[in-house]
């Protein structure tokens, strides 16, 4: 491949592309490649989100809950237009500041962020720098941040009110590969590390999370995370849930949700004296075993040394084929159903854990590569803001031949739509390419969307 010469002074253009340079392909000479940063975006779809921004009314509050420390009068953007590029920046699989130099100038992006962005540009990668390391990260913004994501699912939830709400309370590992704040090796996950705090909804909502050091145990600081969740659930008339692994086998947990209603469904570490209660379960069954697992369950009430009082415990006996011990696990519960669909409920915790690799892989949420502990921790509540907006997108707008869809594939295939620009007296025309999502499905999306919207009630 080879390119024709410019002057060096002349490379770049203001508005994103080349004046004059093309490049050219061997295979074809007919052919020539132009770049028109301002003209072409390859995320159309991110329009799509941002028409849900709006149907929901997420972003358009932050001006009002963020608290703008810059005392000039010759700002740029406001906090709410940086706060979209930032979130939707996240979204479309740019993580880093760095990317705001390119990503101011495109099309989609700066329609998205509104404002001044529109006619010029989007904010600069030292502007997105300073916005997220110095201007969301004092004591007010942060806890605004943290939140933010619980304000958003309530206004769902208004929308679609639930019958009942299933916590999932989990914690991860984030890897560290610097001299970053907080950071600490993690005998369990055999590295260094940050290690968060996350809780999901069944929606796989993320309620709310912590970034924590990464040398404390897995439920540190759980009450910080789960009682302002509870508190936001209080006055809501419907059924509610907690599940959490042995991690959060506590009493002070227990007491916690049985205060407040909740019935909760906890695994138990195995210790002598559960076992001995199903000791007729834990003997090898006689005769010749089948090629299929065998399972038995069993109810019994159990007192640690460390607990108030008795409280129900489950226990689930798996023997499986060519294994000459069975598998054994147990869960402490204040549910009344029988033994297997305690054991059926407790269970459905794995999605959690899905929900975890899905931030991961298209949010990205484990860059988390500042020093300071703080810029990292307003590093995670906006990646925490992008895998929600992300995740109202799979579980409100999307039709149901796209409904399996992850949050990987949404970015693969709804976000990166190329689109070209084109500009009349009154409108800008975004025209959309048509491979992975054609007009009919994008145009079922944006009507799932606008049933989302406030409709003014009748006089």
């Known amino acids: 491949m080879s390119y024709t010469h410019q002057n060096r002074r002349a490379s770049r253009h203001p508005a994103g592309e080349s004046r004059k340079s093309s490049l050219r392909v061997d295979f074809d000479r007919c052919l020539k490649l132009k770049f028109h940063g301002s003209k072409i975006t390859s995320d ?6 941002r028409e849900l921004d709006d149907a929901l009314g997420l972003t358009d ?5 963020f608290h703008d420390i810059r005392t000039g009068k010759n700002g740029w953007h406001g906090m709410t237009e940086q706060f979209r590029q930032s979130l939707f920046g996240r979204v479309g699989g740019y993580e880093d500041v760095n990317d705001a130099e390119r990503l101011g100038r495109d099309p989609a992006m700066r329609w998205i962020v509104g404002g001044k962005a529109v006619e010029r540009q989007a904010a600069s990668t030292s502007q997105m720098g300073r916005f997220e390391t110095e201007l969301l990260a004092t004591d007010v913004n942060i806890e605004a941040l943290t939140d933010m994501s619980g304000a958003w699912i309530d206004k769902v939830h208004d929308r679609r009110p639930p019958k009942m709400i299933i916590l999932d309370m989990d ?54 995370v789960l009682e302002p969740v509870v508190e936001r659930y209080r006055e809501r008339n419907l059924r509610r849930y907690f599940r959490g692994d042995a991690a959060f086998a506590a009493p002070d947990i227990y007491e916690f949700l049985e205060g407040e209603g909740f019935l909760y469904a906890i695994r138990l570490k195995a210790n002598a004296v559960l076992q001995e209660c199903i000791a007729h379960l834990l ?27 008795k409280r129900r415990v489950v226990a689930k006996v798996e023997w499986h084929p060519g294994e000459l011990y069975p598998r054994v696990g147990f869960i402490v519960t204040n549910l009344s159903r029988p033994a297997e669909r305690v054991v059926a409920f407790y269970n459905h915790r794995g999605t959690a854990e899905q929900f975890i690799k899905e931030g991961k892989n298209a949010i990205k949420w484990t860059r988390l590569s500042c020093r300071k502990f703080r810029n990292n921790e307003v590093r995670l509540q906006l990646h925490a803001l992008a895998y929600n907006l992300a995740n109202f997108m799979r579980t409100l707008a ?43 499905l994008f145009k079922k999306i944006l009507a799932l969307i606008d049933d989302l919207r406030r409709r003014p009630v009748p006089a």
Do not use: M
């Not at 509050?61 to 809950?65: E, T």
């Not at 610097?178 to 600490?184: C, H, P, V």
């Not at 003997?283 to 009082?309: E, K, L, M």
């Not at 869809?405 to 949404?410: E, G, K, P």
């Open 44 to 49: 159309g779809g991110l329009l799509a989100y």
């Open 61 to 65: 509050a932050a001006g009002d809950v």
């Open 171 to 224: 914690s991860s590992v984030s890897p560290t590969h610097g001299e970053q704040e907080g950071t600490a090796y993690n005998g369990h996950f055999g590295c260094t590390c940050y290690h968060p705090l996350f809780l999901f909804n069944q929606f796989g909502d993320l309620e709310r999370c912590s970034l924590r050091p990464g040398n404390v145990h897995s439920a540190d600081g759980w009450r910080d």
């Open 283 to 309: 003997t090898r069954p006689v005769g010749r075993p089948p090629n299929h697992v065998r399972r038995y369950y069993a109810s019994f009430s159990y007192q640690a040394g460390s607990w108030d009082r």
């Open 398 to 440: 999307l039709p149901e031949e796209v409904k399996h869809w992850s949050l990987t594939t949404l970015r693969e295939k709804l976000v990166k739509i190329g689109a070209k620009v084109v500009r009349h007296g009154r409108y800008v025309t975004f025209q959309l390419a048509e491979v992975a999502v054609p007009k009919s």
